[in-house]
């Protein structure tokens, strides 16, 4: 039997060092405090960026780029605090975090700059790094990894800067990259590569973008409205000495410093995303879905291929038309009404599909009280408007209406109820659609280009005061919004780009600069990371390919099994030495790119970042017994 100080290291990679990686990293060193090696363990945090919060929340970046999730919802580490020193398992949620580093500025329902997310991040590894038992070593590089290259015992990473690195286990959570770009885009860019006068900033995150380079009062086009527009908009007017001032009763008003730019945006919807509603429901009021359940789906589906417009969706906006109408009963008559109507929606709902919207017209609702999910996301859609200026007036209606809405919460509001029903379901969704359960076209078509956009901007979007920025901003007239089915084109004729909307009428505007404000959709086949190019070359990684149905739909994510998540290879196989986690599996799972621990009972993203950890460990043991034997 070997002595103990002969049983070679357990060494484990983990690559990217997002909330995914530090999950996972958390996991591993908390189930090592627990259960101390009887072995040397090393593990490997490899981030190009930086090795708290990689690229997207690195600490340096300006604080007006903000998190899209309250405090009170987030916390990174998987147990709260005992009373015990702060460890992996047992540590502060982000909202008691910040209160003590930050308590003017603080707030549990508030929204902190990305930037100080970056520092809760630096936190957790340096608690990681004090707690780690003996026998433990964390290595920290700050490097790309190239290749990973598989052996028949280890795996050997090639790092940027130089040297080769061999590892028992990999965990690659390398979240957003930059793919090569579509058609439309590289037009973009080659027009203006060949005049020097013109700038296309490609869509990244805002504070990856060389946006210092848009000069004063230059014209600027901007495509999207989604949450990277947010940031690019603040980070040109506020960020250039601009002021939002109070107006009283919580409205806000822009005060320009005169170094903007002209700013003209645009997307499909002509409406920028909507704002999150506070979330005021009392505990008891949060409910568990009644009709949107994964077994109600199956039971009325065909057996075993699911259309989600047809098997998915329509539970799904019964669950969302249940919640408005509930909140405009209590709003109305009071809880006793709400739970009355509750009661007559599950009784009928014992019986097949109920009839919500009918049921809810025996209470005196009518047909204008619905909720309409379509109208909701393209409130513009069939709409015509003679001139900007009309646009503008009904563009500045719908932004007050939003505003409103997102002040009265998901609580007290019909529609920010409904709503609120998208997030609330995730799970539920991810259960029916991940891996395939959809039919291909439908997964295509139905899942990934028009619900899963729409979710975004009815649900995802950002807090009430950055609302109110842009519409402060719409009203000063320092940005101006083209209109719905908004085109952004060059102009040969003119040596310019063009802005304008078939839906508004004398809306056509010239512009010297494009900035692409929608994040790129992932999608490894067009990834241009040398690492992911390498994973494929090799076979290591293959893309989920959805064949069921008569058609097939190429993902775009990485083939993986379920939890813990280990890459399908060019034979179809898993290879268990590796961990594919996060944004690179985004369609083959849906909604990666909403990841973080929750306060309380663990969530899904601490149970599969345990699971993760809990499979890369037991190797390990599974090694010092062989070796000991």
């Known amino acids: 039997m070997a002595a103990d100080s002969e049983v070679s290291a357990h060494r484990v990679a983990v690559v990217g060092s997002g909330p995914r990686g530090m999950g996972v990293l958390e996991r591993l060193a908390a189930r090592l405090i627990d259960c101390p090696p009887g072995a040397p363990v090393e593990i490997f945090l490899i981030d190009a960026h930086t090795l708290a919060g990689g690229r997207v929340w690195r600490s340096d970046q300006p604080d007006w780029f903000l998190m899209n999730t309250a405090a009170q919802e987030i916390t990174m580490f998987s147990g709260p605090s005992d009373g015990g020193p702060v460890r992996p398992g047992a540590g502060p949620s982000f909202a008691q975090w910040w209160a003590g580093v930050d308590p003017a500025s603080a707030k549990p329902d508030g929204y902190a700059p990305r930037a100080r997310y970056g520092h809760y991040l630096q936190y957790l590894l340096d608690a990681v790094v004090r707690s780690l038992p003996p026998g ?44 090569k770009l579509g058609d439309a885009e590289q037009r973009l860019h080659d027009f203006a590569l060949e005049r020097p006068r013109l700038q296309y900033m490609r869509g990244d995150a805002a504070a990856d973008m060389p946006l210092d380079r848009v000069p004063d009062t230059a014209a600027v086009g901007i495509i999207g409205l989604g949450l990277s527009f947010y940031d690019v908009v603040v980070a040109l007017t506020a960020g250039r000495g601009g002021r939002f001032i109070e107006a009283g009763d919580g409205a806000v008003a822009y005060r320009p410093s005169g170094a903007e730019p002209v700013l003209v945006a645009g997307s499909r919807s002509g409406m920028p995303v909507l704002s999150r509603g506070f979330d005021q429901r009392p505990a008891d009021a949060i409910r568990k879905p009644l009709l949107f359940t994964e077994e109600r789906v199956l039971a009325g589906a065909d057996r075993g291929c699911l259309d989600f417009r047809r098997d998915v ?29 509750l009661r007559e929606v599950s009784a009928a709902a014992e019986h097949g599909h109920p009839d919500v919207c009918g049921l809810a017209g025996r209470h005196g609702i009518g047909a204008h009280g619905h909720f309409d999910f379509e109208e909701s996301r393209r409130p513009f859609a069939d709409r015509h408007f003679p001139d900007p200026d009309a646009f503008r007036r009904a563009l500045v209606r719908e932004l007050r209406t939003d505003v409103d809405r997102t002040v009265r919460g998901n609580y007290a509001d019909p529609f920010k109820a409904a709503v609120q029903v998208i997030r609330d379901a995730r799970s539920v969704i991810r259960s029916l659609v991940d891996y395939g359960g959809l039919r291909a076209a439908s997964h295509e078509h139905d899942l990934v280009r028009w619900f ?31 209109g719905p089915k908004t085109r952004l084109t060059a102009d040969p004729a003119s040596g310019r780009f063009v802005v304008e909307s078939p839906q508004v009428g004398n809306s056509r505007t010239e512009v010297d600069i494009v900035i692409d404000a929608r994040i790129p959709i992932p999608n490894v086949a067009a990834d241009t990371s040398p690492l992911t190019r390498r994973l494929l070359e090799r076979g290591i990684w293959t893309e989920f390919v959805n ?17 813990p998540f280990h890459p399908l290879n060019q034979d179809g196989a898993p290879d268990t030495g590796l961990y594919v986690i996060g944004i690179p599996t985004e369609h083959t799972r849906w909604g990666t790119q909403v990841g973080n621990g929750t306060p309380g009972p663990w969530n899904k993203f601490i149970r599969h970042a345990d699971a993760i950890a809990e499979h890369a460990l037991a190797t390990r043991r599974e090694r010092v017994e062989a070796e000991q034997d």
């Not at 590089?141 to 290259?149: K, R, S, Y």
């Not at 799904?316 to 809880?335: N, Q, Y």
């Open 313 to 341: 969706f329509p539970l799904l906006v019964a669950e969302m038309d249940l919640a408005h109408h509930a909140t405009v009963l209590r709003l109305r008559r009071g809880p006793s009404a709400e739970t009355e109507f």
């Open 452 to 482: 899963s956009p729409a979710t975004v901007f009815l649900a995802a979007g950002p807090p009430l005061h950055r609302a109110r920025a842009m519409l402060a901003l719409v009203e000063s007239g320092v940005l101006r919004v083209a």
């Open 136 to 179: 433990v070593r964390l290595h920290q590089l700050q490097d790309f990894v190239e290749d990973l290259e598989p052996r028949p015992t280890e795996y050997v990473l090639t790092l940027a800067k130089g040297g080769r690195l061999a590892v028992d286990k990999v965990v690659l959570a390398t979240g957003h990259t930059l793919p």
């Open 547 to 563: 064949t069921r149905g008569s058609d097939a739909f190429r993902s775009g994510g990485v083939a993986i099994t379920d939890v």
